[in-house]
C-alpha cells in the first residue's frame, strides 16, 4: 500500500459502536465485528507504523454513528486501538485527507493562500487527543467562525 500510495481510512468507530451494543443490534453484526475487531485494530496499527498514508474518516450513517461528535472520537480511537501517534493522527485528519482528495492546493494545511479552515482550543489535541471532544472549542471555516446553533 505505502508503494502505491494507497490510502487507509480505518474508520474504527463503525464497528466498535456495533459491538458496544449488544442488545440493539442483531447477534450476527455482534459477532462479525467482534471477531474482526481484533485484527482490525492490528491492522490500522501495521499499516501506520509501515508509513502508509492514514486518512481519518467514519462512514457516518452507519448503524450508531451519525454526524455529531463522532470525528473526534474516531481520532481518539485511532490512539488508543489503532496504536498512532496524536501527530499522525492529527495529519490524518488535515493534510493526509487533503492529499488523499487532491485538494491539497486548497486545504489541510494553515499555510498562505489556503482556506483558513481550523479549530481554537484551549488544550492541545497532541498532548490529549480526548481534548477535540470537548464543547470549548471554536470553529473556523474559510477564516470565519462557525456559529453552532443547539
Known sequence: MKEHGTSVVPTMIAM????DRP???PSWMIERATTHWEAHQKSVAKAAASGVN????TDSGTPFNGFGDESAVEMDMMVEFGKMTPQNVLQSATINAANMMAIEQDYGSISVGKFADFIVM???PAENMKALQQDNKFVFQHGHAVVFEE
Open 122 to 124: 484551549q488544550e492541545n
Open 23 to 25: 442488545n440493539e443490534v
Open 54 to 57: 492514514m486518512v481519518m474518516g
Open 16 to 19: 466498535k459502536r456495533i459491538i
